[in-house]
């Protein structure tokens, strides 16, 4: 079904993580990513090695490394909070069903996979790890919370363009549609799995896609029912 989210059993001993939901992984991902790297460039190193850092860390893919620590908290999250779809309603319970999957414990094993991995001097690597504290805790921290913002960010514009486009159809304006419909569905393709706002985003966009095949026709009744069923 076209808005139906997102997480569903793949069998009685794991989830299977669809599309929509891999947003929470992706983000995950970028976070500690960008954690990593800009809590590096914090850290006092000797001379000349805090670029030969940087140009390490570039080498290596940190991202996927965050996407599968993520992963397996979900999972684990949902497993434990008893989930077999994911009916997330706010940005706060998918970060609650991570944090009960042991997110921090993963971000941590994935921090030594990466050092370990990393083509690195011995002396920087030995100030990176002695460094983890400060990075897993207050660089991802604020990462955390840069990514929350952005979401919720996200979520408001998503309903703030569904109202636009709810004023746009009462007069026909095709225009404004057109154009509205074109971000909302960028907007739904970044936020994360959050049932209700993306219901609602889908059931917009399937109302215009009607309203442009009835050629700008007013919409029954019978089909709005239909197109609240197929979001």
Do not use: H, W
């Given at each position: 079904?076209?808005?139906?989210?997102m997480l569903s059993l793949n069998s009685t001993k794991d989830l299977n993580i669809n599309d929509?939901?891999?947003?929470?992984?992706?983000?995950?991902?970028?976070?500690?990513?960008?954690?990593?790297?800009?809590?590096?460039?914090?850290?006092?190193?000797?001379?000349?090695?805090?670029?030969?850092?940087?140009?390490?860390?570039?080498?290596?893919?940190?991202?996927?490394?965050?996407?599968?620590?993520?992963?397996?908290?979900?999972?684990?999250?949902?497993?434990?909070?008893?989930?077999?779809?994911?009916?997330?309603?706010?940005?706060?319970?998918?970060?609650?069903?991570?944090?009960?999957?042991?997110?921090?414990?993963?971000?941590?094993?994935?921090?030594?996979?990466?050092?370990?991995?990393?083509?690195?001097?011995?002396?920087?690597?030995?100030?990176?790890?002695?460094?983890?504290?400060?990075?897993?805790?207050?660089?991802?921290?604020?990462?955390l919370k840069n990514l929350m913002r952005r979401q919720q960010n996200t979520i408001s514009r998503?309903?703030?363009?569904?109202?636009?486009?709810?004023?746009?159809?009462?007069?026909?304006?095709?225009?404004?549609?057109?154009?509205?419909?074109?971000?909302?569905?960028?907007?739904?393709?970044?936020?994360?799995?959050?049932?209700?706002?993306?219901?609602?985003?889908?059931?917009?966009?399937?109302?215009?896609?009607?309203?442009?095949?009835?050629?700008?026709?007013?919409?029954?009744?019978?089909?709005?029912?239909?197109?609240?069923?197929?979001?």
């Amino acid at each position: 079904m076209a808005g139906e989210l997102m997480l569903s059993l793949n069998s009685t001993k794991d989830l299977n993580i669809n599309d929509q939901s891999k947003n929470i992984l992706s983000n995950i991902g970028e976070v500690f990513s960008n954690a990593i790297k800009k809590g590096s460039e914090k850290l006092s190193f000797p001379d000349g090695l805090k670029e030969q850092v940087k140009e390490g860390f570039e080498k290596i893919n940190l991202k996927e490394i965050g996407e599968k620590a993520a992963e397996s908290a979900l999972k684990e999250g949902m497993k434990k909070l008893g989930m077999k779809t994911s009916t997330f309603s706010s940005i706060k319970s998918i970060f609650e069903a991570v944090k009960e999957g042991d997110l921090k414990k993963g971000l941590s094993s994935g921090f030594n996979l990466a050092i370990n991995v990393a083509k690195l001097p011995q002396v920087a690597k030995t100030v990176i790890k002695e460094g983890k504290d400060f990075i897993l805790e207050k660089a991802m921290g604020d990462e955390l919370k840069n990514l929350m913002r952005r979401q919720q960010n996200t979520i408001s514009r998503i309903n703030k363009k569904c109202d636009q486009m709810d004023e746009a159809f009462k007069t026909n304006d095709t225009k404004t549609l057109e154009k509205i419909s074109k971000s909302l569905k960028t907007d739904i393709e970044k936020v994360m799995p959050i049932q209700d706002v993306i219901n609602r985003g889908n059931s917009m966009l399937n109302r215009y896609e009607l309203f442009k095949n009835k050629n700008g026709g007013t919409i029954s009744n019978t089909e709005m029912e239909l197109i609240k069923k197929l979001s």
